[in-house]
């Protein structure tokens, strides 16, 4: 159904509640696991700061499940979530404009 531009629709999203945030969580976890395994990144609509922070933990869940760098990139319409770089021994600390000794 489309709106005149100067109406709204009337759809108001209502939060998670800490039960159903919860359990979302929980059964993003393997789905997002399976997406990275297969393409290497997971991206979803995430528009609202709550979307936001329930991927977020998604991702952190993710990375601890696999145990290694998950990360989460948020641009306020989705998020995607991919492996993070994992740094070589002994440039730990090491920041990219530095030059080696």
Do not use: C, K, W
């Amino acid at each position: 159904m489309t709106h005149p531009p100067s109406t709204e629709s009337g759809y108001r999203r209502t939060p998670l509640s800490a039960e159903e945030n919860l359990r979302a969580e929980a059964n993003f976890v393997p789905y997002v696991v399976q997406m990275l395994a297969a393409s290497g990144r997971f991206r979803v609509t995430a528009d609202t700061p709550d979307q936001v922070e329930l991927f977020q933990a998604v991702a952190r869940r993710v990375s601890e499940l696999l145990q290694q760098p998950v990360v989460s990139y948020a641009n306020g319409r989705e998020i995607v979530i991919t492996f993070g770089r994992q740094e070589a021994p002994g440039v730990a600390g090491r920041s990219t404009l530095e030059a080696p000794e």
